[in-house]
């Protein structure tokens, strides 16, 4: 709610690494860091790019994939708590530049757990007993913002990562 209060970070970059960068940085001395901080930056702005960052880290994985596999992706479907913030999945969408697409049921994994551990213990003999699930229809948020707009927020997220690297030395008794 409080990042909703705002359209945007006002050039506030958070990076959110707190034990190094994982996945596809792969830099163990990274550390967390806000940049872009001016007088006019509210407490809204820098939570709006916390939650920027999330979906900066997924373009950044999923941007990574489509490198190393050659296999365009066209669309994201997600689960689980997160997606349950229309906020969020927007603003995936936009940094994205593809369409992302929320189901019903939002908890997917742990209802494909149960589902196999039905399967397992023989209350189902196999997928074609399992019962449909009726409800609302899947929810698809479609990108709003221009590739010039999506590309400047790529790369003042490059710089903001870039920023955060190298700050961890091993040794450094002080910061252990």
Known sequence: SVARTVNNTAGVYFVPAFSGLFAPHWRPDARGVIVGLTQYVTRAHVVRALLESICHQSVDVIDAMVNDTHIA?????????????????????????????????????????????AIGVNVYNGVDEI?????????TFEPEIDGPTRGKKKRRWDMAVQRSLAWHVDGDEEFE
């Not at 479907?77 to 927007?90: T, Y």
């Not at 019962?131 to 929810?139: A, I, M, T």
Request: charged share 15%.
């Open 131 to 139: 019962p449909k699930c009726n409800g609302s229809e899947n929810v």
């Open 73 to 117: 992706v066209h669309s994201v479907h997600v689960d689980g708590g997160m997606s349950i913030n229309s906020l969020i999945m927007q603003i995936q969408a936009d940094l994205l530049g593809r369409n992302v697409i929320r189901p019903a049921f939002l908890e997917t994994t742990v209802l494909g757990a149960a589902i196999s551990a």
